[in-house]
């Protein structure tokens, strides 16, 4: 009797436990944070390049800087195994990523080298900014397209 009842509070404490651990992985709301700061840096260079915005030099150049290095974030910690979409609930992250690491790992580096062709460009007038915004927009969307779930 004593003995059931335990089993009993401890499926509860899990079943509690659960939901509260879905809702809070640091991991992954770190590596969704760095891509909201890439969509932020991105908002003003495309506005620019597609004539929402006033091309500025500076602004231009600051944004390119930051995309530059915030891609240059160190990706090691950020994608442990088990935090694919088909085990937890808060991430878009495909598990292919996890069967393809070498091809994931290459759609990071051409976002690598879009954003420094980008970084060089961006200052230089609003028809140097376009096709390198073109160019690292390319790059995002070839790996969500493989790797990110529609919603
Ligand atoms: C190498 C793959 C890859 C590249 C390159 C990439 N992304 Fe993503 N992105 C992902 C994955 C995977 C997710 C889903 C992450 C998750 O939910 O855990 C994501 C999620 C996002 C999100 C949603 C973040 C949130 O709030 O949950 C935004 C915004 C985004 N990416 C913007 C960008 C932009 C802008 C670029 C290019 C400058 C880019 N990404 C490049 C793979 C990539």
Redesign the pocket.
């Given at each position: 009797m004593a003995f059931s009842k335990i089993i009993g509070s401890a499926a509860l404490v899990v079943a509690l436990a659960a939901p509260a651990l879905a809702q809070d992985n640091p991991t992954?709301a770190a590596?969704?944070g760095q891509?909201?700061l890439?969509?932020h840096n991105?908002a003003v260079l495309g506005g620019m390049a597609q004539g929402r915005m006033d091309y500025d030099a500076a602004m231009a150049q600051t944004a390119a800087d930051n995309?530059f290095h915030l891609t240059r974030h160190d990706q090691s910690r950020l994608w442990p195994e088990g935090t694919d979409s088909s085990s937890i609930m808060e991430?878009?992250?495909k598990a292919e990523?996890w069967e393809n690491l070498d091809d994931?790992t290459a759609?990071?580096v051409a976002?690598q080298e879009a954003s420094v062709a980008l970084q060089a460009a961006a200052g230089n007038g609003l028809d140097a900014l376009r096709p390198a915004v073109g160019a690292?927009g390319a790059?995002?969307g070839a790996?969500?397209e493989a790797?990110?779930e529609e919603s």
């Open positions: 992954v590596r969704q891509f909201k890439y969509g991105i995309l991430t878009r992250a990523i994931f759609k990071f976002l690292v790059s995002c790996c969500h790797y990110r």
